[in-house]
């Protein structure tokens, strides 16, 4: 089991890391959710694997095991917020590629650009 | 030595809090503005002298307040002999120099930004002499060389200043770093960075294997302040500034920092045959290039900084002798190179002032038409020459006794012809101050008539002056400052005997004294030639070698920034995961991991399917990623994927979390979608995608095995404390929400406030983008050929009513029941938004937007200030922030009925995450209007009601 989980964090990896060198937005965006899935389930993995132990307390088993419930909560915030910067980031794209007309992520060199806006 | 003693916080604070003072005052002119700099300094001063009888009866005064316990810092004060001499200084002349001040400025010049600097600067050097814990020392230590940049630059309009500012902060600031790690290496070794324990450890500290690195570190910073060679030259080019900063500041306070470092440091560090080598040869070679320089500066104040220089050499070098009577001799030489030298730096000003130039060449006969000036400078000089009857012949002397006996290199001599050989190039620069600018014949061309100042001008060097020959005259006035200010230096050891008296009879210490002045003398008188022959050498110039070193750096760090950055951020991208690969790689080969103590868990096959769903997917999207809208449709299995992960592995709120996230990840990214290219050109060439491909496997292969290596350990955690107290603390059984809305509350009611903030600020750039050249564009685009003909169906419509009070119950049920099932107020929030999502999709935007009454920013607002609030309520209760309570109700009928305070927390959670993810789409969707989407009034396209009242309209018209 923990294999598995380590290799799909890692496959994660590296398709987030490829799909953030590429030169156009939307690859990026997709990157970067796919890095956050694999930060994601990675922090979570941290507390140790467990199947069938929840962390909701049973008051009638007092000695009950449970998993790990920090990295559970960490990882729970984590979500919500990497959803926000998810979007953010697709807002800035969007607001580059109406302003520019190109959603290119890198910028040209610098007489390039200069070119551009002087035929505006 | 537990009493505290709260007078001296009052004395380290209150230069900090005048420095607010003279700024407001000097609207109220500038003598107005004098004065109120002056109060603050003199009831600093007198609250010292009211310390002083303590002090000299032997005791050491205390003030400690705990600022940061964890780092070992305190702001803890205490004041012994040398930090009471010190301060006294610091004070004092701090007085004089702001009376010579309010004459020296000229009515151009902002008096009260003056005032504020020098009183920083005062504030900084009050906290290096009083602190009593190094941590807060480095802050006070940086603080002067922060506030001495401002006070040289503070003619900003002149060049010199500026870059004699930008000198001194680089050299100074350059050795406050070294200083910094030297006082970390100091404190580890000693186990406490209080200056009271370090002084008590001194054996310890110098029988440690980090004692070498430690001591060069600090001799580092106090080499650079106290501007010892090789790093001398920034003190000459900081005479750029006016001269009341440079008396203060280069005479008697900030330069004399560093000495009083290996002072203060004397007990611990020094004694050992490193210390002697280092810091006597440093210290003599300084005395000695000082003063041969000091001799060909042509500019008076050029002159001092060098003769400076060489002094601060002398005092290095005593502190380096490191016998009980060479520190004492050095606590004497301070008080009086402080008295001479301030008052020559202020004679300069004057001279400078009334002539308008400072130019040895173009002055002479000053005697005549500045008598009182002729009378404090020449006096003045005469000390700093060490000539009998003043005090600065008293400290030289028994300077060269030290160094008779001083043993250089297995050398009797070296040491004692080094001193002498400064003390006769300090006579001649001495006499030439007074004979090259006091004598000679009266010009006519000076660049303005000179004449004596007003008395508020001359009033403090000759305040000075007048110490200058009293303690001359009658040593015994200062021995009992110098008896408890050198016990404090040598801290445990025996106080050698010693009287301080002007003649000690015929010793080696005489003869030397006389050759001196005898050689002085016939070097002034041979000065044309000599300065002839020394123009010819032609000394390399250290500025020249500094600005090469600069340029050098300068050029350095902008290839390297210009390399890194230059605009392409999947360059910057590319580096930091490559950076971060082989940093994790080092820290593996470091060693370290321990074996595997976990056992693995079994893989049934459900799972197994389950992760080739989730590889084949994430492989997918990389494969598709040109095709936009098929990489969207495989990313939503993905994370489908990852909740059913959560679920398997015990994590039913994470699940619930990542599911309702994931569907509006992908309504944000299609409306996103809508608007952008559908297909990404490909740009990248072969080789391009093979290197990235290279990067993001290692990344990949390296992530997956520090992964796997983590799970098969057991690591320590604090989740124990959690599982137990989450029901008897918190009242909860669901203990993750008990952890985000009790124990971690902090931490969530933060993140709430980050996710506000993405969506206003979502909300802001969609304005500003309304508002630009976009809107235009937007505008002008044709979306038509890409929208569906039935934009609203029916049945949708129908259908998202149905499911709307549905969803929102289930919104609620899931919030209600979070403190002790899986849900809570981020699940909740979210589930609700796609509830209303829902009806923006199948009624589209305008028509749902009209019958939405609350708007989304004050959601986020209440939802922030409902959970700030119920934090703050525990304040009611004497408990600290967020300390939730709960308890339960009874209701007959129905059953017990729990509370807690931490739903009205959950409450702030939901209301924030609900407002923020629809601001964020809002806005989004607001796009569409510019776009030219038609405005629906009509809930759906085809609304079968509409059709038969239209029927009967129609016939009602037809009759």
Redesign the interface.
Known sequence: ??????????????????????????????GL??LS??V???L????????????????YAPDQA?????P??L???A???S??????L??????A???S?T?K????A?DASGDEETSK | MSDQTPLLLVIALLPFIGALIPGLMIRAGRNACAIFTAAPTALAFIMLLLLAPAVFRGEVLHFRLDWLPQLGLQASFFLDGLGLLFACMITGVGLLITLYARFYLSGEDPMGQFYTFLLLFQGAMLGIVLSDNILLLLIFWELTSLSSFLLIGYWKHLPDGRQGARMALAVTGAGGLAMIGGMLILGNIAGSYNLSDILQAGDAIKASDWYLPALILILLGAFTKSAQFPFHFWLPHAMAAPTPVSAYLHSSTMVKAGVFLMARMWPALGGTQEWFYIVTSVGLITMVIGAVVALFKDDLKGLLAFSTVSHLGLLTALLGFATPMAAVVAVFHIINHMTFKAALFMTAGIIDHEAHTRDIRRLGGLRTLMPITFVIGTIAALSMAGVPLTNGFLSKELMLEEAWHAHLFENHYAAAVLATLGAVFSVAYSLRFIFHVFFGPVRDDYPHKPHDPPFGMWAAPALLVVFVVAIGLYPPLVEPLVKVAGQAVIGDAEMPYFHLAIWHGVTPALIMSGIALAVGAIILIAFTPVDRLWLALKVPYAKAMFDALMARLVGFSTWLTAGMHNGAISRYLAIFTVATVLLGVIAYMGGGLSAPDRTLLPIPPVVFIGWVLLVAGAIAVVALHRHRFRALVVLGIIGLMISAGFIYLSAPDLALTQISVETVTIMLLLLALHFLPKETPNESGQALRIRDGAIALVAGVGVAALCYAFMLRGVPTISDYHLANSYIGGGGTNVVNVILVDFRGYDTYGEIIVLGIAGLTIYALMEALLNGPAARRLRNTDYSQDRSRDRHPLMMVIATRVMMPIALMVGIYIFLRGHNQPGGGFVAGLVVSIALLMQYMASGFAWTQERQKIEYHSLIGWGVVIAGLTGAGAWLAGKPFLTSAYGYLEFPPIEEFEWATAIAFDLGVFLTVLGAVMLMLYSLSRIARYAGETVNVEAMDYDPTDRTTDRTTDQKEAR
């Open positions: 089991m923990e294999l598995l989980v380590a290799s799909a964090v890692g496959v994660l990896t590296a398709g987030g890391v490829y799909l953030i060198l590429r030169l156009r937005a939307f690859p990026v965006i997709l959710s796919l899935y694999a994601n389930v990675f979570f993995s941290s507390g140790g694997l467990a199947v069938n132990l929840p962390p909701i307390l049973n008051k449970y998993t790990d419930p920090l559970q909560a990882v729970l915030t979500i919500v917020i959803f926000g910067m998810t979007a953010l697709v807002m800035v794209a969007l607001g590629y109406l302003e007309d959603d992520v890198d910028m040209d610098p």
